[in-house]
């Protein structure tokens, strides 16, 4: 099944969020904040999947130890650009199985969906990134909310027509997921499913509705 990984990375998942509707645009500002939120100076942060460095660019002025890891080769060397003079690490590393040592920072975020987009094993990741997290350290995974999916919908048509993703199979898409003709598949993460999936992880967890567009999973070891 073909990923992020496979169709947008580096200037073309870059193009993606410029083409971004107004709706959207306020929701990933909504994710950013609360993120932001989360990080006082010194905090050791690590973004699951940062692509371009989206996100890492807008963390950069709290003054924290930033790590950002990805998969796609192309979109690490467009961030390196973008961060060059803000002292962040970045590698190319599965979430899945981060080489990363364990206990080793105090917050760390899987923004805009990853926990999905990733393809990967859902319960793995999340026990992953658990093991990652220094004591009293958080982690903040993300999906979308039920009542986004309007404008979440209208986003995907607009990357469709300007050939990022395949033309929408309107009748196959539904119920949080879209379908495209060229076999991309986008799922979400509802907030009963994240209770699941945190289930017996030994850790604090709490499961929220950002701003009626984001569902946000928090597990405070």
Known sequence: MPCYYDRLSALRLQQCYELAPPEVRAY??????????????????????????????????RKASLVGIDLSLASLALARQLLASQGVTLA??????????PASFDLICCPQNGVSAFHVDQRTLITSTVGLLAPGGKALFFSYAEAFWPHRLVWFRIQAANGLVGEIDE??????????????????VSP?????????????????????????CSITV
């Open 92 to 101: 190319q590393m599965d979430a899945a199985v981060p080489a990363l040592r």
């Open 192 to 216: 009963d499913r994240f209770v699941e999936l945190t289930r017996g992880l030994g850790a604090r967890v709490s499961v929220s509705v950002l701003g009626g567009s984001s569902v946000v």
């Open 28 to 61: 990933l500002e909504l994710e950013v904040e609360y993120i932001r939120a989360a990080i006082v100076p010194g905090t050791r942060v690590l973004e699951l999947g940062c692509g371009y460095g989206r996100v890492l660019a807008a963390l950069a002025a």
């Open 171 to 188: 009748a196959a898409s539904g119920d949080g997921t879209i379908v495209c003709s060229d076999g991309f598949v986008a799922t979400t």
